[in-house]
């Protein structure tokens, strides 16, 4: 019953007016800042951090503040997504595939609920694994080797190839140009500059969030220009019934409840994160409904749900290797870590013995961050609408301006709004032709994992490439992996025979 | 009239009476050239807590992340070549990417004014709690018999400052480094999680490090890499001295200014920092951050940076990492 007085000394530690005030603070500006395109949780984060530092809050209250920012994020990065088709962070990718066509549809409030709710659920039942599993799954995620992350990597690809619809070379060629952009930078193995062309804003690669922002939001700027009908007149605002949205989830029940957990695990695992995670769970999610998938990526329930109920539970699993180990599984809890360091906590094995008040007290939060996030949400979700009736000559600029402003205040570098805008260009003559965006995105993402990962595995082999095939793990994913491959074929044959 | 002329006067004299004036920043900045949380953040953590009674105002740190400092070097040599108020943090890390040329092609250790150090960090040999390896002597003797037979890893590329340390090891006993089998992770949290995960068997990292790590029954340091015993808590583990393999790697922090700085912005910065080494509330700030002490400011530090820079140089051109 260690875990239950722990908690309770966490909720201790999380209902102190500061720390509750702090979190409802923490989760508003996170929500904004991961509804505005192009400032994501990094960004809040690292804003925050220094102010807390200056304000002197004691170590929990600091981390509480920043960790609701983290999650309010997960939550925020929706509404861009599905009002606008603009990730308002990398791992909300997923999110505009079906969000997008529902607000289209004229069911921008319905999609707005529905995600608020799966975003709870995901959130809540992968802090329940947590907190039931965190110290065992610590050790786990590192038995995890270079060799069961190409498995798991090529898991994912195949997953992608759920994607691909009616066009599957496009899909293709979008996925092969999302893994040449992963190879600029310096190589991590052996150091070496590969495709930098001498500009040190290029070392350490593309960064993901410009990517995102320049293929996603300045080509659907360019799309809009040309279109040049009011938003208005194709996406209808409309209110909601809360109610109605929250009967309607429960029929998701399943959808969520195997998004959780593929979203929990793979953010537990150090490295990779929610964009995968939202990634795996909705190519799992259309290949569970085959038949009935038609409607995925015209604006299916499912479709949506899958990956936000995924991408806010992987953010709870990347807080497991932090609390439990020291070892950040994403950018953002390096920077969580590295504020730990900052107010003299030494995260790692014995933290929840040295400083249970800051462990708990985070987990603790978390909880309560979802519940806030939830309230806060959810009676939003009426004034988000609205900003759809915003009319096209003022929608346009406004984003145009907040992606500038986000990239800019990434690192500064005038040079990276000019990398956004010859990514935007490129993605409006990809969306012209007809290729999809969400491809190159994971492209990239899986890229740069699958290839340090097989590298590293055949470094500690010397070379043989049998370490990919050793561990019971590696075994599973590439048995999942044929299966999802070949179970469009598989079908297509059964159904044959049926007819 | 006359008060016109009484303040016309003043103002000649103030004038006159300005450049004898001592340089005193206006807006003091130290830029970490990383995202924060890092190294280079809490380098510049430590300016900024302890010149804070020495400023007139607080100093403010920015962020200017890209290739391990590389962005922020050019940034200096262009817009800010001879701002007095700006100071950057730096590491034996960008020293070696100097040395290699990393920070591009037409820039090196001659553009920078090296203004002094905050601390220094040493390199540690690092296995698992139930390694057979007890000491560095024994890990040494069974690499010597197989020098493929370990897997080392760390949170480096080839040729960064992890490799060095185990290239280094290796060098003593007669391997040559490019038959390591080493493994580059992504910082030092993830080459943790590989020794403890098991996929590697050492681990080149840093003393500071393994602070949260004591005690904790997960990981061992059998040598530290430093020249001679550090203090509490680390004043249990040999030097790799001591075990008979000369081999030295301090991980120095510190700051450097634009090259174009007057020598009065310059000399005011240095004797700051010359207060400081004398200060134990310093010495105490430097602690916190888990730094060791390494105090050198001015010409002397410029001196060593250079030099870190130019044997930097010849380790890597003898690897053949550079021609």
Not at chain 1, 42 to 53: F, Q, S
Not at chain 1, 430 to 435: C, E, S, V, Y
Request: hydrophobic residues 50%; negative net charge; contains cysteine.
């Amino acid at each position: 019953m260690d875990i239950l007085a722990g908690l309770a000394e966490g909720f201790a530690v999380a209902l102190t007016p500061l720390n509750l005030g702090l979190l409802i603070v923490g989760c508003f500006f996170g929500t904004l800042v991961g509804a505005l395109p192009g400032i994501g949780p990094i960004n809040g984060v690292a804003i925050l951090l220094p102010l807390a530092y200056s304000l002197g809050l004691p170590a929990e209250s600091a981390l509480i503040l920043l960790a609701g920012v983290y999650y309010g994020a997960e939550y925020g990065g929706r509404i861009s997504s599905i009002l606008l088709n603009v990730p308002g962070d990398a791992s909300a990718v997923m999110t505009t595939l079906d969000g997008h066509p529902m607000a289209k549809n004229g069911e921008a409030g319905r999609a707005l609920a529905l995600s608020a709710l799966a975003s709870f659920v995901g959130g809540t039942a992968a802090l329940v694994m947590m907190t039931v599993f965190a110290p065992f799954l610590g050790r786990v995620a590192v038995g995890f080797g270079p060799g069961d992350y190409v498995a798991l990597m090529v898991f994912a690809f195949s997953c992608l190839a759920t994607l691909v619809g009616s066009r599957p070379l496009k899909t293709i060629i979008g996925v092969v140009i999302g893994l040449m952009l992963a190879t600029i930078g310096i190589d991590s193995a052996t150091g070496v500059m590969r495709f930098t062309m001498g500009i040190p804003n290029l070392f350490d690669g593309m960064e993901f969030l410009i990517v995102v922002i320049g293929l996603f939001a300045i080509s659907e700027a360019l799309l809009l220009l040309e279109s040049w009908t009011p938003v208005a007149s194709t996406i209808r605002a409309q209110r909601d019934n809360i109610g109605e949205r929250v009967r309607e989830i429960v029929g998701y029940r399943w959808t969520m409840a195997r998004s959780a957990v593929i979203g929990f695990f793979v953010g537990v695992l150090p490295g990779t994160g929610a964009s995968i995670a939202s990634a795996v769970a909705y190519g799992v999610e259309k290949r569970m409904a085959q038949g009935d998938d038609a409607m995925f990526g015209k604006g299916d329930p499912r479709g949506l749900v899958a990956p936000e109920t995924a991408n806010n539970a992987a953010a709870a699993g990347a807080m497991v290797p932090m609390l439990t180990l020291g070892i950040p599984g994403s950018g953002t809890t390096a920077i969580l870590l590295g504020a730990l360091l900052l107010f003299n906590v030494t995260p790692g094995p014995l933290m929840f013995e040295q400083r249970p008040e800051v462990a708990w007290g985070l987990i603790a939060s978390m909880y309560m961050g979802n519940i806030a996030l939830l309230v806060l949400n959810l009676p939003m979700v009426g004034i988000f609408a609205r900003l759809l009736s915003i009319d096209t000559a003022y929608l346009v600029p406004l984003v145009v301006m907040l992606t500038f402003v986000g990239v800019f205040s990434l690192y500064g570098a005038t040079f990276d709004l000019v990398l956004m805008l010859i990514l935007g260009f490129s993605g409006y003559v990809l969306r012209k032709l007809g290729f999809s965006l969400a491809p190159v995105i994971l492209g990239l993402v899986l890229g740069a994992l699958l290839e340090s990962n097989l590298r590293r595995a055949l470094s500690i082999s010397a070379g043989d490439w049998s370490i990919l095939f050793e561990t019971p793990a590696a075994i599973v994913f590439w048995l999942l992996a044929i299966l999802v491959a070949t179970s469009p074929l598989v079908m297509r044959v059964r159904r044959r025979k049926a007819t | 009239m006359k008060s016109l002329k009484t303040a016309l006067a003043a103002l000649v004299l103030a004038g006159f009476a300005l450049p004898a004036a001592a340089f005193e920043p206006e807006r003091a900045e130290c830029i970490a050239p990383a995202n924060p949380g890092g190294g280079f953040d809490l380098t510049c953590r430590v300016a900024q807590r302890a010149l804070e009674p020495a400023l007139p105002s607080p100093m403010e740190v920015t962020f200017m992340p890209g290739g391990i400092g590389a962005v922020a070097y050019a940034h200096m040599n262009s817009n800010r070549i001879d701002d007095p108020n700006v100071i950057v943090a730096l590491s034996s890390g960008s020293a070696l990417n100097i040395a290699q040329g990393k920070f591009g092609a037409d820039f090196d250790e001659n553009d920078a004014r090296w203004l002094a150090s905050a601390g220094a960090d040493f390199g540690a040999v690092i296995v698992r709690e139930d390694s057979p390896y007890q000491t560095l002597g024994e890990l040494m003797e069974a690499a010597k018999a197989d020098p493929t037979g370990i897997v080392l890893g760390a949170g480096g590329s080839i040729g960064s400052q992890d490799w060095m340390k185990a290239a280094l090891l290796m060098r003593t006993i007669g391997v040559d480094p490019r038959n390591l089998r080493y493994v580059a992770y992504e910082g030092g949290g993830a080459s943790k999680a590989a020794l403890l995960g098991g996929q590697i068997d050492v681990y080149t990292g840093d003393v500071s490090e393994m602070a949260g790590e004591l005690g904790a029954g997960t990981m061992r340091i059998l040598a530290v890499l430093s020249e001679e015993r550090l203090p509490e808590p680390f004043a249990g583990f040999p030097t790799a001295r001591e075990e008979g393999y000369d081999v030295v790697w301090t991980i120095f922090r510190g700051y450097y200014m634009g090259q174009e700085v007057s020598d009065e912005a310059y000399d005011w910065w240095v004797a700051r920092f010359e207060e400081l080494y004398g200060d134990p509330r310093f010495a105490e700030i430097r602690a916190e951050q888990g730094l060791f002490q390494f105090d050198m400011a001015g010409a002397e530090f410029d001196a060593y940076v250079k030099e870190q820079v130019a044997s930097f140089r010849d380790l890597a051109r003898e690897a053949g990492l550079i021609q």
